[in-house]
């Protein structure tokens, strides 16, 4: 099977400094693959290179079978969705004007609304008045809207209790289901676990394990700490 992102020793650098250090990973359309590890792993670093946010030194990213290159803007027109770390809804616009402003042709808002039906509830609320939850919710959704084939979330979890955490990341099975694939990264390893189908694990802009997610091996080590002995937590 060919895989919908291929990435094959990717090193990025913030000036002198190289935040990731030949990371390869892959993920298939309809998968849901976890990249987890503490702050700083390098897990935002990866997502903001697939959109073009920062510069690549070396290596390659393959996007449904050809190179992965451009602004982000480009990125997104061929498929790519980016929820980024901190939800960042406008809040001066209405739910539906947040949803819209990221519509692409034949997108439909009540695919969103059926997905997350407390939005459908407050459609003409602004952004500033949703809760946390909610507002992590529009985020989601305002990326889907670009019908992506592939959906990069950052961090949804962060500022969640662990309630609204469980229900957000259980959408993202619907969302597969649909066959959007989703690159998932967390610090809460164990709920980003619960959802996905594979994982890769990061330290230090390293790939120090991945495997299935479901897998108890894994599971083992990032629940009991082994891999927080190099500087990683289990959420």
Known sequence: MTALLDIADLVVGHGPVTALHGVSLRVNSGEIVALVGANGAGKSTLLRALMGLVPVTSGEIMFDG???TGPAWSRARRGLGYCPEGRRVFPGLTVEENLNVAA?????LDTVYKLFPPLANRRDAPGWQLSGGEQQMLAVGRALMARP???LLDEPS??????????????????ASDGVAVLLAEQNAAAALEVADRAY??????????????????????REGILSAKGLTSG
């Not at 692409?104 to 439909?108: I, K, L, R, V, Y």
């Not at 500022?159 to 957000?168: H, I, Q």
């Not at 990061?202 to 108890?216: E, I, K, N, R, W």
């Open 149 to 151: 084939k592939l959906l």
């Open 104 to 108: 692409a042709p034949g997108a439909s």
């Open 158 to 175: 962060l500022g969640l209790s662990p309630l609204l955490t469980d229900e957000l990341l259980a959408r993202l099975r619907a969302i």
């Open 201 to 222: 694990v990061l330290h230090l802009g390293h790939t120090v394990d991945d495997g299935s997610a479901a897998d108890p091996g894994l599971r083992q080590r990032v």
């Open 66 to 68: 050809t190179p992965l």
